[in-house]
């Protein structure tokens, strides 16, 4: 590939396949350069660091699940917009390998920001507080990344399970037990538990709990 055809945007889609081939921890300058037919020096002239190019990965990222930012119709509960926006930035990270990851290690995203902005300023607008309202969307992108995060971390594999003992862990920490198989009755899914989650966040415990006495 000649040099002269090397542009931003060129390097950034090279590094998302090279992510969704190799992972987060695959994605170096050397291997990128690699894939692009130039030197890693030349990489510098359009992306100056590593930093730069997780940020610029994490931009490419969201850029195809939001191309566009909508505030929600004036009859629509805003509580159910938040779990849709929440659920959009879920469906992001996921269609990567290590999409949480590259979001959470990300600098100055500014499409992160413009979704902040969307959220905070919708719930402003519908009467919430500024500071409950930052705290509500703060929580809420939190919460979803590191949702994701663990989503694809994956399973323990079987060397990480050796010599674990089951049986003594649910006889220590039955009320766990007891409440991950209560919840994960036929039908249930790690989806339904993601949007569960919100709406403790966004309702609280009262919205979904029986009388406390």
């Given at each position: ?11 950034v889609t ?45 931009e490419a ?99 990480a399970l ?52």
């Amino acid at each position: 590939m000649p040099e002269l055809a090397l542009d931003k945007q060129r390097i950034v889609t090279e590094a998302v396949a090279l992510l969704d081939a190799e992972g987060l921890d695959g994605v170096t300058t050397r291997k990128l350069a690699a894939r692009l037919g130039v030197q890693s020096p030349t990489l510098y002239w359009h992306i100056p660091n590593k930093a730069a190019l997780v940020t610029a990965i994490a931009e490419a990222i969201l850029e195809q699940q939001f191309p566009e930012l909508a505030s929600p119709a004036p009859e629509e509960r805003w509580q159910d917009w938040l779990i849709g926006l929440a659920g959009r930035l879920r469906r992001a990270l996921l269609a990567h390998p290590d999409g949480a990851r590259i979001i959470a290690a990300s600098q100055l995203s500014l499409k992160m920001a413009a979704i902040s902005e969307l959220a905070m300023s919708t719930l402003v607008g519908r009467g919430i507080p500024l500071q409950q309202a930052r705290l509500i969307v703060l929580t809420v992108l939190r919460f979803t990344v590191g949702y994701v995060l663990e989503e694809q971390a994956g399973r323990p594999d079987a060397d990480a399970l050796d010599g674990f003992d089951m049986a003594a862990y649910a006889t220590a920490y039955p009320t766990v037990m007891a409440g991950v198989a209560e919840y994960f009755r036929p039908g249930r899914t790690v989806d339904d538990l993601f949007r569960d989650c919100l709406e403790q966040i966004i309702h609280g415990p009262a919205a979904q709990s029986g009388p406390t006495s």
